[in-house]
């Protein structure tokens, strides 16, 4: 063979090869956007209501309503006639969002056509564009029964984009059988439990729990205040004290009894798995949260959406979703109706908390510096 | 030949090679340039800034995850080559009628879900078990301690989980192994001991290089089982890349990241490639045996 | 020789089977945990360690009651199946260019082959979303088909090519001596006894798919494949039948590559193939 002609042909093909990467690169490069991401710039568009029928996408996390055949989405299917998909997908804030921000950028959904998210999340998905707003006429129900104190809150004042699901605390779960003196935040960090003890992943639950542990008020606290909380956290964290962070996982680490007590939220009984285990108010307070259904742009069959809104938003349903989930509900009178069931949960502190039991309790908290914090936050979570 | 004729490998491979190029080396570029962005995602967007400064930033602070990585993926890569090269010798040559049987057994595992046979572990090795008690009994794990949440859970996963990618090279180099060549240094006086480490593992050093390169590196940069088998001080680069990505949507820093160590891993598999050729990498010692 | 030398001297020409069996065995542990688990009763339906509540075939007669799990199980089963057939058909006829061709750019595109089953998925995963949000391409099953090919095109053609390697060309030869075209030949001889090798290689690309979790992470948007929802479930506890489940994927397939196996085994008898001998460096290879 020819091998000064093979090199030569050789050179010629890598060449050739090499030109055309870089012109289908820069070709490919030219049609694409010039920033990623920054939010949609489109006008913020309406629900739009009308004739209920055909399908419905919901996407919610874990654990918030009794899927079976005797449950909610089944009365709801049978009165309306609309198909639900009800999918139990989100198990963060952060996660569902990153999941979903590429499409939501350019006004798509994901074929879901309600989301439920924390009210941070329902803000921020608002301002970058993602939400279409909600007309109060076409959720009559809601706007019947909708507990005052959740009418007007901070991140939404006149619920242009939002409508509350369901309400909760972050407290202290605990295996009465092996650690029955827990009762605080500060307990957690006693070398007795090393190792036998979770937190959760989020920024504004963990730090905020420990800060009031000390004595800090989150919904002031600096940025220093922040941050020493999460050195605490981190140190608990490097010596072992702290066994991991968690999302939902907690419930499965105190079923199978790797772990004495967590950082966790007051209504997920129905996903752990342990006798012995019971939810306590810390002695320093908790944090308060709700979650809130939201429209999301580009969903599809928002007339069956609304519907879906205003349906659980009715007492008699509202019941059972709060017997099922044994969460907070914000329609009125579901207690009076679990009082005439018989049901123990209607003297529950936690699905019923009064004034004095939630005193000392916060809501959700975002540092002012977010970035910054959030940074240092996310090197303790990665170890 | 003729041109037509010449031009036939080319159609052959053109669909592939596009698809390659079209869906790895592109998103590679991608990747560069999203670490060069700056800004971020939920305040006006990632903008095009020639932001070098990503590649360091995104290695400082993150030390530690990358020399654990290192260290997981390096153990457990020595594991799996202890455990088998010799288990690929037994398949090659004393498994007679049960060879295909244990070939399928080794293959096994990859036919339930990584994730199902990770979270099987979890179980398994959970707090309470009764494995657990046994290795306490024998106290390999101390009398208080446990084996979920420990670097040596997070091991003891990669291993297991990337043990076929061992074995099958090493089978596949092992089985063309001419078992005369043994015969014929023991002839000459050498012992097993001497025959083995004289003339079979030299000549099956491809095989064991090859799987030792298709076991660290898919394990360094692995997450799961640091995920679901380990606590808080046992992230990889792998989880700091997905948290970055997904959790924290700092994609910039995200792309450097990964960038950096693409960057790496194709240093040494072109390193290795040079040296080795790329027949190596499927077990074989020389790619031109297409007859 | 005593008893106990005798023991001891078979224990060491024994040695190896014994231990091959053993790490044989803890290879298939988790398989069998998953097994035995999918039979045990379980209060809340969710799985618990301990089989001390008893035995039951509930979740097995419910298997396939759970609708996101069904969905789950279907996309994943869809896109193997897509994914398999495309880089299959790819692969192997790149496999057959490097093989039977001698062309300028081999050793690039040999690179190029091979460097995805190196790379790390988180890296492959992240790349590919990189590009997907650059274009701001909705994520879903088409970016999860199209990643799925990818990474199998390279495990396809290490499979292929191997077969192709230990191929006796005489059997085709033999056919063109009498009389039979190229296409004729291939369809008949070449075709019948790469067959194996084909099959072998797109079983490999299917359980690929269906087990891929990573890069499905990163470019799955909110579709949800079968690894992707035992994930989101198993942060708050698995569903019983997910291990059912598991378990008759793993016996399925077993059957399926049991066979392939099977055929294979008769097909080399009758082509008389086989492996290529390693010779030491130096010496030239025999056919």
Redesign the interface.
């Known amino acids: 063979m020819d091998t000064g002609g093979t090199r030569a042909r050789g050179a010629v093909l890598a060449i050739a090869s090499a030109v055309a990467l870089v012109a289908l690169i820069l070709g490919l490069a030219a049609c694409g956007d010039d920033t990623v991401g920054g939010g949609s710039s489109e006008k913020v568009t309406t629900a739009k209501g009308g004739p209920v029928s055909g399908e419905l996408t919901i996407s919610n996390w874990p654990g918030y309503i009794d899927p079976g055949p005797k449950g909610t989405v089944a009365e709801f299917e049978g009165k309306t006639g609309v198909s639900v998909d009800y999918i139990e997908d989100i198990n963060s804030n952060d996660g569902f969002f990153g999941k979903l921000q590429p499409q939501l950028e350019q006004g798509e959904s994901g074929g879901r056509s309600i989301f439920v998210v924390a009210d941070y999340m329902a803000k921020q998905m608002y301002d970058l564009g993602y939400l279409q707003e909600i007309d109060h006429a076409d959720l009559p129900t809601v706007f019947k029964t909708l507990a005052p104190s959740l009418e007007s809150p901070g991140f939404d004042p006149e619920r242009k984009f939002s409508v509350p699901w369901q309400g909760g605390m972050t407290g202290i779960w605990v295996d009465t059988s092996k650690a029955p003196e827990i009762r605080s935040v500060n307990d957690l960090f006693d070398p007795k439990y090393r190792g036998k003890v979770t937190m959760l992943e989020e920024l504004r639950e963990t730090p905020a729990l420990v800060m009031l542990a000390e004595g800090v008020d989150p919904a002031t606290a600096s940025d220093e205040e922040w941050l020493k909380a999460i050195d605490r956290i981190k140190a608990a964290a490097e010596s072992g004290q702290i066994r991991d962070f968690t999302g939902n996982e907690y419930t499965e680490d105190l079923t199978a009894g790797n772990i004495v007590a967590a950082i966790g939220w007051s209504g997920d009984a129905s996903l752990i798995e342990n006798k012995n285990a019971e939810w306590r108010m810390p002695t320093e307070g908790c944090t308060q949260w709700s979650e809130n259904m939201v429209i999301p742009v580009g969903a599809p069959n928002t007339p069956a959406a609304l519907a879906w809104m205003d349906f659980v938003y009715r007492p008699e349903v509202a019941v059972d979703i709060t017997e099922y989930v044994e969460y907070i509900s914000p329609v009125q009178g579901v207690k009076e109706l679990l009082e005439k069931r018989g049901s123990p949960l209607a003297e529950s502190e936690i699905v019923f908390p009064t004034e004095e039991f939630t005193s000392k309790c916060t809501g959700q908290n975002t540092p002012p510096d977010l970035e910054r914090v959030n940074e240092a936050w996310q090197d303790v979570l990665t170890g | 030949m003729s041109l037509k004729q010449?031009l036939?490998?080319?159609w052959?491979?053109g669909?592939?090679?596009l698809?390659?190029?079209v869906?790895?080396?592109?998103?590679?570029?991608?990747?560069g340039?999203?670490a060069l962005?700056s800004?971020?995602?939920?305040?006006?967007?990632?903008?095009?800034s020639w932001e070098w400064a990503n590649f360091p930033d995104s290695l400082s602070?993150h030390g530690?995850?990358i020399l654990?990585s290192f260290f997981y993926a390096g153990t457990a890569t020595v594991l799996a080559l202890l455990?088998a090269y010799?288990?690929a010798?037994?398949?090659a040559f004393?498994?007679g009628r049960f060879k295909?049987l244990?070939?399928?057994?080794?293959?096994?595992?990859?036919?339930?879900?990584?994730?199902?046979?990770t979270?099987?572990?979890k179980?398994?090795l959970?707090?309470?078990?009764p494995i657990v008690s046994v290795l306490q009994t024998l106290t390999l794990v101390p009398q208080d301690g446990?084996v979920?949440?420990t670097s040596g859970a997070v091991i003891a996963g990669l291993t297991?989980n990337f043990?076929p990618f061992m074995i099958l090279p090493l089978y596949?180099?092992l089985?063309?192994?001419?078992l005369s060549?043994v015969e014929a240094a023991k002839d000459l006086y050498s012992s097993s001991r001497q025959a083995f480490l004289k003339v079979t593992l030299p000549?099956t050093m491809p095989g064991i290089v090859a799987g030792v390169?298709?076991t660290f590196?898919?394990a360094?940069?692995?997450?799961?089982n640091a995920q679901?088998l380990g606590?808080?001080?046992?992230?990889m680069i792998?989880?700091?890349?997905?948290?970055l990505?997904?959790?924290?949507?700092d994609?910039p820093e995200?792309?450097a990241l990964?960038f950096l160590?693409?960057a790496l891993?194709?240093a040494v598999?072109?390193l290795y490639?040079r040296f080795a050729g790329?027949?190596a990498?499927?077990?074989?010692?020389?790619?031109e045996?297409?007859? | 020789m005593s008893a106990a030398t005798r023991a001891w001297s078979w224990l060491r020409r024994n040695a190896l089977p014994i231990y091959a069996a053993l790490a044989v065995a803890y290879m298939l542990i988790p398989i069998v945990v998953i097994a035995v688990f999918s039979f045990g009763e379980a209060p809340k339906d969710k799985l618990t360690f301990g089989l001390d509540e008893g035995f039951t075939l509930e979740y097995w007669r419910t298997i396939f009651s759970l609708p996101q799990l069904n969905d789950a199980l279907m996309t994943s089963l869809r896109l193997a199946a897509f994914s398999t057939l495309i880089s299959t058909a790819i692969g192997t006829l790149m496999a057959i260019a490097l093989v039977r061709h001698r062309f300028l750019g081999r050793r690039a595109a040999n690179l190029l082959i091979v460097i995805p089953m190196a790379t790390p998925e988180v890296v492959i995963g992240a790349s590919l979303l990189s590009m997907f949000i650059y274009y701001s391409f909705a994520l879903g099953f088409t970016t999860l088909l199209l990643a799925h090919v990818m990474f199998s095109i390279s495990f396809v053609v290490v499979v292929v090519r191997s077969r192709l390697i230990g191929f006796d060309r005489n059997l085709e030869e033999a056919a063109a001596d009498l009389g039979a075209t190229p296409f004729a030949t291939f369809r008949t001889v070449t075709l019948p006894l790469l067959a194996p090798g084909i099959i072998a290689a797109a079983l490999l690309a299917f359980a690929l798919s269906i087990d891929d979790f990573v890069i499905s992470n990163f470019n799955s948007g909110t579709t949800v494949t079968f690894p992707l929802y035992v994930y989101g479930v198993s942060l708050r506890g698995i569903p019983v039948q997910v291990n059912a489940l598991a378990t008759l994927l793993f016996v399925v397939t077993a059957l399926g590559v049991a066979l392939v196996l099977w055929q294979q085994r008769r097909a080399e008898r009758m082509a008389a193939v086989r492996p290529e001998p390693v010779t030491a460096p130096g010496a030239t290879a025999t056919t």
């Open positions: 010449r036939v490998p080319y052959l491979l669909p592939g090679l698809w390659l190029v869906f790895f080396i592109v998103p590679m570029y991608f990747m340039e999203l962005r800004g971020s995602l939920t305040s006006g967007g990632f903008v095009f602070g530690d995850q654990r455990i010799p288990l010798y037994a398949i004393r498994a295909l244990l070939l399928f057994a080794v293959i096994a595992p990859f036919f339930t879900t990584y994730l199902v046979r979270i099987a572990w179980t398994i959970s707090d309470d078990s446990r979920l949440a297991y043990l596949a180099n089985e063309r192994l001419d060549l000549l390169l298709l590196i898919p360094f940069g692995d997450y799961i679901l606590g808080t001080q046992q992230a792998g989880n700091v890349i997905q948290s990505y997904l959790n924290q949507r994609y995200a792309a990964s160590m693409m891993i194709l598999v072109v490639i790329t027949g990498f499927m077990g074989d010692e020389d790619e045996t297409a007859r």
